[in-house]
Structure formats: C-alpha cells, structure tokens
C-alpha cells in the first residue's frame, strides 16, 4: 500500500501513451510500447541483470549468471540472421572491431559496478525508484552526447580489423551455426568451474530473448537502450543552447532522424521509457520499490561517475551489454564477443573501487 502513488504515476502515464499511440494509429509503435514494459517487468520480478553476473564471476569464479546472458543471443540467432538475409528491411547491429570498441567497453564495464547496473539495469532500477540510477541516468545521457562528439574521429584514427560479419562470410545458416558453436564454447568456459547448475536463470534467459525477439519483429532492428538516452542528452542541451547537431556523429540518417524527431520517436527511446515504465509498475505491484534508499554524498559521486563513463562508452563501443554484446552478436558480428571479453577488465577494475562507492563489494 505504500507504493500506491508510484503505481498510480505509472498507469497514468502509461495509459497516456497507449491513448496518444492509438489516437495515431500507430500499431507498430504501440506493439513495441507493450513489449517494452513486459521486458521491464520481467527484468524486475525475476531479478534478471547483467552487473551482478560480472561480479559473481570476477570475484568466485561462478560464470552461471553470464552464461545465463548466452541463452539471449543464441536464441535470436535463427530469428535475426535469416530474417535480415531475406528481408533487406531488416538491419542488424554490426560494428567494426578496433581500439575504440575495447576501451568504450571497458568504461562501461567499470561503470556498470559503480553505478550497480548497465544501461538496461539503469533504466529498470530508475523505474524502481533507486535513487543511484536517477542520479546516473542524467550522467549517463551527457556522457553519451559527449562520447558522440569525438566518437567518430577516434574510430578513424585508433587501429582496426574492421568488420568480421558471419552472415557476410557464411551466409545466414553458416553464420548462426558458426556463432552458436561460440557460444557454446563460452558457455563450456564459464561453467567450468562455476557450482551447481540452477535452471531458472536460463529460463528467465529465454523469456527475455522472446521478447527482445518480438522488438526486432516490430522494430526491424535489434533490441538496443543506450541511443535513446543519447538522444535525450543531446535534445536536452538544446534548451540550454549547445546543439551537437553539427557534429559527425549526428550528421548520420539515423541519428539526425533522433535528434530532430519527437523525444519517442525513436525505437530505442521509445522502448526504454517502456522498460521504465515496465519496471514501476511491476515493482509498485510487488511493494518493492526503492526511492527510500539513502545513497549518501559518495554514492551520489559514484553514480554520476559511473554514468558519465558508461554514457561515453556506450557510444565509444557501439553499445551496452544489449546493443553491443546480445544483439550485435545475435547479428552474427563478432564485436559483440569482443565487447564482452572487453568489460570484464574494467568490471574488475570498478570492483576495486566499489567499495568507495557505498555498495558492497560482491
């Protein structure tokens, strides 16, 4: 009963946006808009998130939580490689692995363990009401319209292999054998030595890739958070007359449609205010929110670090653990597994750091 105002907020602006989107006609948008708050309120009720299975791993060697993160990719495999083949209405996230890839991914593998979350764990704790994710999303945003600014004259300048796509080299079917065959291996390698195998996370694993499957469907594109809060960082500067519309970066199709478009009229805004919105409601229902939880002046430094980092990563690396390691390697291009193998230095160097932070160290 005490988080029935929380709950009441998240209806309402909810019902707002499904009226707005079907006074549009828009059932596309208003299809992602549903799917987006059912993945938020998974991600709440069944504990799911990516931070936690770093740690688990760094600190006792237990890889179950980040092998349970294998079952997303290796299930949109079948869907997204021969879709994206047959249908060139389909994109895919494929991105070149080089210099900048390695250290955007290690920015957010660090920030991640300060802040206590990724960019998809970010938005569903904001939803949840922490009081370190309303500190860090705001950061993370500006860090990502400042990694936006010099992002492109880095990638140009840093060393590369370029792009190492398996739909290119193998086809579509040749492609998803080949990366599932990695997967495999990965998960061998991480479950080595971890304890008794629990089969809910993999479960839960499941449930997320069916939905992150339905956003490819209706998107037609991958599953992706951190350009929405991009978009926003940068839409929000404009207020106060600093425009990186000019930039290389936004002089994209792709980004100038973001910046100059509506503040939901991008897949992945419109999505993470679902996921948000999926996260309150779910947390509301279940009495579990958490803006009673104090920070403190460290912790409130800690996010806004972390955010900052994470932000400027996310733009370096071409990502998150969801547009860069799940759907870029359910895009069958290997900068996803190379984004993955990259986070894990800095999650270990933020684990050194966490305790500073006020979280606790595992």
């Not at 994710?133 to 492109?152: D, E, N, Q, R, T």
């Not at 996921?275 to 104090?294: D, I, P, Q, S």
């Amino acid at each position: 009963m005490r988080d029935r105002a929380p709950a009441l907020l998240g209806l309402l602006a909810l019902s707002w946006l499904l009226m707005l989107l079907m006074r549009e006609g828009d059932g596309q948008r208003l299809g992602l808009l549903l799917t987006a708050v059912a993945m938020g309120a998974v991600f709440v009720r069944v504990g799911f998130g990516f931070a936690g299975g770093y740690r688990q791993f760094l600190l006792a060697g237990d890889g179950r939580a980040m092998a349970a993160s294998l079952v997303i990719p290796a299930l949109l495999l079948p869907l997204i490689l021969p879709l994206a083949a047959a249908d060139p209405g389909y994109t895919r996230f494929v991105a070149p692995i080089n210099l900048s890839l390695i250290l955007g991914a290690a920015m957010m593998g660090f920030g991640m363990q300060m802040t206590n979350g990724c960019a998809s764990g970010a938005v569903v704790a904001a939803g949840e009401g922490s009081r370190r994710m309303w500190v860090a999303l705001p950061f993370f945003s500006l860090g990502g319209v400042a990694g936006s600014l010099f992002a492109p004259a880095l990638e140009a300048r840093l060393p590369s292999l370029g792009h190492l796509d398996l739909l290119e080299s193998l086809g579509p079917w040749g492609g998803v054998l080949a990366m599932e065959a990695m997967l495999l291996a990965l998960a061998w390698l991480l479950l080595r030595r971890a304890p008794r195998l629990v089969a809910a996370p993999f479960g839960h694993a499941a449930l997320i890739a069916a939905l992150a499957g339905l956003i490819f469907l209706l998107a037609r594109e991958p599953w992706g958070i951190t350009f929405g809060l991009t978009i926003w960082g940068a839409k929000a500067l404009r207020w106060f007359g600093l425009d990186a519309g000019a930039a290389d970066y936004w002089m994209a199709a792709h980004a100038a449609a973001g910046l100059e478009g509506p503040w939901l009229g991008h897949v992945t805004a419109l999505t993470d205010v679902g996921m948000f919105l999926g996260a309150l409601l779910a947390a509301a229902g279940a009495g579990r929110m958490r803006h009673r939880v104090a920070i403190g002046t460290q912790g409130v430094i800690a996010a806004a670090l972390g955010g900052l980092l994470m932000g400027v990563g996310g733009r370096l690396s071409y990502g998150c653990n969801i547009g860069a390691f799940i759907s870029g390697t359910a895009s069958g291009s290997l900068h996803g597994l190379v984004w993955l193998a990259a986070a894990l230095p800095g999650a270990w160097l933020g684990l050194r750091l966490r305790g500073w932070s006020g979280l606790p160290r595992a």
